[in-house]
């Protein structure tokens, strides 16, 4: 990222969902907008850098907005949010976060993210999806434990395959190995944690990937561009380096075929602990 962070104020901090999210939560909630992790490996392939709601002409892993009364209007707005799920008959979950990871470097000094989940367990939803690809949710692990005893809660930390690096792509955030570690620590701690394969990279070895997933993780989820990405047939992936890499390691790979095997043998070690998709996100692993 080449600017520093803005600090902004924010009106609302939980957006009803719709969309690719709509089945999966009644919640969305963005800690930070814009991205730090924009021009590693998940930065360049990420869907999110052709969305101009977000990105605003600004070039993707450029900027980040840092949302410095996140966990105040959080407690302002809970009432409100809780009362409107309760009438639409639905349960108050939230998904955190759907475009910016909650865990950028910043968060270590602005502790913004750590702010909300205080608030959280102070004010708690049904349920919340912790989405990362940082072994910095580690830092929090006091807080979780707190937190999951008054909410559903499950984290899921992206690891999407077992390469550091694909063809003319830079290198991840965190390396592989650090985030099964992280996977690891958090299992211990009791924490569920569920590893998401989102958007899946081929695989070098499939069969030992998803037996270092069943150790580490309570689930998994398998997820590709194709579907995931909330456009017709993956189009914004499409416009970014990632699916040549992709194919030009293993050509399948940029196949809904190809996630299909990989579910295939997923099942086959991590049996009834498999989500696929929209479906997976929203908590099914049947």
């Known amino acids: 990222?080449?600017?520093?962070?803005?600090?902004?104020?924010?009106?609302?901090i939980l957006i009803r969902t719709s969309g690719f999210l709509g089945p999966v939560c009644s919640h969305s909630l963005q800690?930070?907008?814009?991205?730090?992790?924009g021009n590693s490996l998940c930065?360049?392939?990420?869907?999110?850098?052709?969305?101009?709601?977000?990105?605003?002409?600004?070039?993707?892993?450029?900027?980040?907005?840092?949302?410095?009364?996140?966990?105040?209007?959080?407690?302002e707005t809970y009432p409100r949010e809780l009362a409107w799920t309760r009438r639409q008959q639905r349960k108050f979950t939230?998904?955190?976060?759907?475009?910016?990871?909650?865990?950028?470097?910043?968060?270590?000094?602005l502790q913004i993210t750590s702010a909300l989940l205080r608030a959280m367990g102070e004010f708690p939803p049904d349920g919340l999806i912790l989405q990362t690809h940082s072994p910095d949710v580690c830092r929090e692990i006091e807080t979780l434990l707190?937190?999951?005893?008054?909410?559903?809660l499950r984290i899921h930390l992206s690891i999407e395959g077992d390469r550091d690096r694909l063809p003319g792509l830079p290198p991840p955030a965190a390396s592989v190995e650090r985030r099964f570690q992280a996977c690891r620590k958090l299992k211990?701690?009791?924490?569920?944690?569920?590893?998401?394969?989102?958007p899946l990279h081929p695989l070098q070895d499939p069969e030992q990937f998803f037996q270092r997933v069943a150790e580490c993780a309570s689930g998994v989820i398998i997820d590709h561009f194709i579907e995931g990405d909330g456009s017709l047939q993956g189009r914004r992936t499409l416009k970014t380096g990632l699916p040549a890499a992709m194919q030009a390691i293993l050509p399948e790979s940029v196949t809904l075929d190809y996630r299909d095997r990989m579910v295939d043998i997923a099942r086959s070690i991590l049996p009834g602990r498999v989500g696929v998709g929209q479906s997976g996100f929203a908590g099914d692993f049947t």
Not at 1 to 12: C, L, S, T
Not at 48 to 73: D, I, Y
Not at 94 to 109: H, L, M, N
Request: net charge positive; proline share 8%.
């Open 1 to 12: 990222m080449r600017e520093a962070p803005a600090v902004v104020e924010i009106k609302e």
């Open 31 to 37: 800690p930070y907008r814009g991205c730090a992790f």
């Open 43 to 75: 930065g360049v392939g990420c869907y999110v850098r052709h969305n101009p709601f977000v990105t605003k002409g600004r070039p993707w892993g450029a900027f980040l907005e840092a949302r410095l009364n996140a966990a105040r209007r959080y407690r």
């Open 94 to 109: 939230i998904f955190c976060a759907s475009s910016t990871d909650p865990f950028p470097p910043q968060e270590r000094k």
């Open 146 to 152: 707190l937190l999951a005893e008054r909410t559903a």
């Open 188 to 198: 211990e701690q009791g924490l569920n944690c569920v590893v998401t394969v989102a």
